[in-house]
């Protein structure tokens, strides 16, 4: 990947004092809490927001300058519903019971969630946009709305039903009598979700503090940009290098990484994902474009992606008429001898891919700027902690793959941006080991709501000791759990979980019964499986000693995640403070 994309860069600092209001100082003093989440934000795309970066993303850059930025946040379940239920009750997902996108029950509600704990101390609480802790069959089409859980410990809600869409998209609020209200608003999902946000920040009660989660679908796949901003990144998707890995083989590693159907070369679709338009594109080049081992992907929207039949006519226009020309490009292309290998083909894919996904994540850009701008405009900067994460990490064509779920770095860390004026240390680069399930106690400790009973609930720690200068030496040695049980499920990713110290990854992968050890110092694009080799011996007994003391510590239940098969748990929330 490209330097723009991925460098550090330690930005000049003031100090700051750390302050937290209680309960002791009146209500109206406690800050404002603002979430912003995006879905499957990669940490390396991040690196977009540096100064160096050529990438027009001004607002993810102020952000970074005015906060802090932590370079190793780690999710706990790679995967956006479980995810998110993590981010929620501060709980894994063996405690929470949300453990999979597919054949989940539905999220229970009734359990102890940081939104839940603030509403009761006295906040507003609002939720617009994802949610996304349903219950979804597999294979379910249409209409999703009736598999949504209502979001709890909220006082406001608008969500989109399951993904959402990024046109034209479909949003429920609460209606009369338990009933759901289900309406298409016409535009672009992550502008839609801006407005609606503001437009509650305005109309809230401002007696009161807020915790509002703006919840983007962007940079989701389909990876879909606005109609306005189709193109702009594509200077910059050309000039970035490619991952030197992303022609993995998956040599020395699991056996089953050969089996995970998340390849950009053999299960992209190149209509749906690429948005080739198949009518330009002469059979026999079709022939040499498709993926040939994919089973379902390819076929699931043939030509017609899922966004295209929500577009309007106009919208339908000009998305033609770009990726007509784009498709026509690749085609000259193929025929002049340009493109010509496997490997061409896959790196003209990957371009595409970023394209793409960097558009998508340029209107997130906007957003952040016109949120930002009304909080200063109505003097609430000052006083509002704002947290800006993904659900999870993307691969960016690392290891040749797209996607998620595996343990592997880029999917396992995600992006974190935090900014609190006078409290937060601006433009620092936090290198401190958090997870995801850090950020409920958080919000319950600056909010004042930091009781015994709810921090008892957590098993992720507040993150309010690294304020200061991003360091502390709770945060140094400080091993995490990780768990992915979605298998069965999309893309065949195994069932594993583990552990990531500051320098190893160790996991176990529980479908195929195989071990896996990286040393990030020296293999960090996790091209080498060293558990085995004599000369590790002797790291492998300590962390596997310590994989069992984290398992205990976080109370994975015997036998999880489990190889495969259905599996359910009821939530509990009897974990003691932050032994992780
Ligand atoms: C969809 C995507 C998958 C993705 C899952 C989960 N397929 O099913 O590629 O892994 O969501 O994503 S799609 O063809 O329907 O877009 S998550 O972020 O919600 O966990
Ligand atoms: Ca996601």
Known sequence: ????????????????????????????????????????????????????????????????DEGMVFDRSYCANSLCGPSRACIYTGRHSHMNGYLFNEHAAPFDGSQPTFPKMLQKAGYQTAIVGKWHLEAIPPNARGDMSKYESNPTGFDYWEIFPGQGNYFNPDFITPGKDGKRVVKTEPGYATELVTQKSLKWLDQRDKTKPFMLVVGHKAPHRCWC?????????????DLADPPANL????????????????????????????????????????????????????????????????????????????????????????????????????????????????????????????????????GLEKNTIVLYCGDQGFYMGEHGLYDKRWIFEESFRMPLIMKWPGHIKPGVRSNAMVQELDYAPTFCEVAGAATPENMSTFQGRSLTPLFKTGEHPDFKDRPLYYAFYENPGEHNAPRHDGLRTERYTLSYLWTSDEWMLFDNHKDPAQMMDVHAKPEYAETMKELKKLYRQLRKDCQVPEGFPGATGKLSVTPRWDCGTGKN
């Open 247 to 378: 022609e993995d083989d998956f040599a020395n590693r699991p056996e089953f990484l050969k089996m995970t159907e998340q390849t950009l070369l053999n299960h992209f679709n190149v209509w749906s994902d690429e948005h080739l338009i198949k009518e330009v594109v002469p059979e026999d080049i079709q022939k040499m474009l498709s993926c040939p081992e994919s089973k379902t992907l390819h076929t699931k929207y043939d030509w017609e992606m899922p966004e295209w039949v929500r577009m309007d006519p106009q919208q339908k226009e000009a998305w033609y008429n770009y990726h007509k020309a784009r498709t026509l490009q690749l085609v000259k292309d193929i025929r002049s001898g340009k493109i010509k290998t496997k490997n061409d083909i896959l790196l003209r894919r990957w371009r595409h891919y970023m394209e793409d996904y960097l558009g998508t994540v340029l209107s997130v850009d906007e957003s952040i700027g016109e949120i930002m701008d009304y909080l200063k405009k109505n």
């Open 225 to 237: 940009p606005s109609i306005q901003n189709l193109g702009r990144a594509k200077q910059y998707a």
């Open 1 to 64: 990947m490209h330097q723009y994309l991925t460098n550090g860069l330690l930005l000049a600092a003031c100090s700051a004092s750390l302050a937290f209001s209680a309960q002791t100082k009146e209500e109206d003093q406690r800050p404002n809490i603002l979430v912003i989440v995006t879905d499957d934000h990669s940490y390396q795309t991040l690196g977009t927001c540096e100064k160096d970066s050529p990438m027009p993303y001004p607002n993810f850059r102020k952000l970074a």
